[in-house]
């Protein structure tokens, strides 16, 4: 449904995998499921970034993104 709007506007639509999203820094990328202390914060154990979860989230899948769309361009 979202890429069908996309294509009827001349936007956009990159897939972006969400694996690991949630506990993966934006920072420093570390991975783990300790840097969820709670569900709603975000607190890297590796090098002490601290962020709402789903602004971190956000930015790792933002990420994900350009580099998908980077690699498609560049064909
Ligand atoms: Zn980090």
Same mark, same amino acid.
């Given at each position: 449904m979202v890429g069908y709007k996309l294509t009827e506007r001349g936007g956009l639509l990159v897939l972006v995998s *969400? %694996?690991?999203?949630? %506990? !993966?820094?934006? !920072? /420093?990328?570390?991975?783990?499921? !300790?840097? *969820?202390?709670? *569900? =709603?914060?975000? *607190?890297?154990?590796? /090098?002490?970034?601290?962020?709402?979860? =789903?602004v971190n989230a956000a930015k790792i899948v933002l990420r994900r993104g350009l580099w998908s769309l980077g690699r498609q361009l560049a064909g």
């Open positions: *969400r %694996q690991h999203s949630s %506990q !993966e820094c934006s !920072e /420093c990328g570390h991975v783990a499921p !300790e840097n *969820r202390p709670t *569900r =709603d914060l975000f *607190r890297c154990v590796a /090098c002490g970034h601290t962020e709402h979860a =789903d």
